[in-house]
């Protein structure tokens, strides 16, 4: 029952989303821009509905700290190029700090404004209060658009929810619930056989999720065998 971006009306409001730009890097210049494209109809959906809308996203493992070669600065100028319009870059080392604040002061309806990345934060991957806060004085209403993140109790995708009125889903995000959670795993009996690719060089996969699989599916296929039982009995 999460609201999308079909149900809010965002007309002279501040929009965060959080998008998905954690997109592949060489020399400076972005070697593929699919990650942006899938991102335009909710960030189109809500310039053409007045909103005045500010973007997030992390890119790589900066670790907490400024690291020029992962700035979304290059994001920013391809974006501006996809969308037609400018997007305003907000260099911040701290990703909410006075160019992003002085930005968003200035935006009007339909503008649109990048945030630095939000790994630079080290509070960030710990969704932490202090950055969760500083991302929700930003905004009036919060939009997840970035299903790739979506797992992860991170601030800009979690924390950020507890200090803003509204949030609501992008049409990404939607998508991939409506295919993923409805399609397949609410409808698994009427669909055999129904496989499972468990990742084992994430730590986040545990022995205890097997039993569920074993009971839902036909069939768990194992990557990365020999890191997955290295996290869990290592």
């Not at 998905?20 to 509905?49: C, H, M, Q, S, Y």
């Not at 990703?95 to 930005?103: I, S």
């Not at 339909?110 to 630079?120: F, I």
């Not at 995708?157 to 939607?174: F, H, I, K, P, R």
Request: charged share 25%; hydrophobic share 40%.
């Amino acid at each position: 029952n999460k609201k999308s971006v079909d149900d809010i009306n965002v007309k002279g409001k501040r929009v965060l989303v959080r998008c998905d730009f954690n997109v592949p890097l060489k020399e400076g210049k972005i070697t593929d821009e699919n990650r942006l494209v899938a991102a335009l109809p909710t960030i189109k959906k809500l310039i053409g509905d007045g909103g005045r809308v500010i973007l997030c996203s992390h890119l790589g493992k900066p670790k907490g700290e400024p690291k020029p070669e992962l700035s979304l600065a290059p994001v920013a100028v391809l974006l501006s190029e996809l969308l037609g319009q400018e997007v305003k870059f907000a260099a911040d080392p701290e990703v909410v700090g006075p160019n992003a604040k002085a930005a968003v002061d200035g935006m009007k309806d339909g503008d649109v404004v990048l945030l630095e990345n939000t790994r630079y934060r080290a509070e960030e991957t710990k969704n932490g209060e202090a950055f969760s806060k500083d991302l929700a004085s930003l905004c009036e209403i919060y939009v997840d658009d970035a299903f790739g993140t979506a797992h992860r109790a991170h601030c800009s995708n979690v924390g950020v929810t507890q200090y803003v009125s509204e949030a609501a889903v992008g049409y990404l995000m939607q998508k991939e619930i409506d295919f993923h959670m409805c399609d397949v795993l609410c409808d698994w009996r009427a669909r055999r056989p129904v496989e499972v690719c468990v990742d084992g060089t994430l730590k986040a996969v545990r022995p205890s999720l097997w039993p569920y699989n074993a009971y839902t599916t036909d069939r768990i296929l194992f990557v990365g065998m020999f890191r997955l039982l290295s996290h869990c009995f290592g």
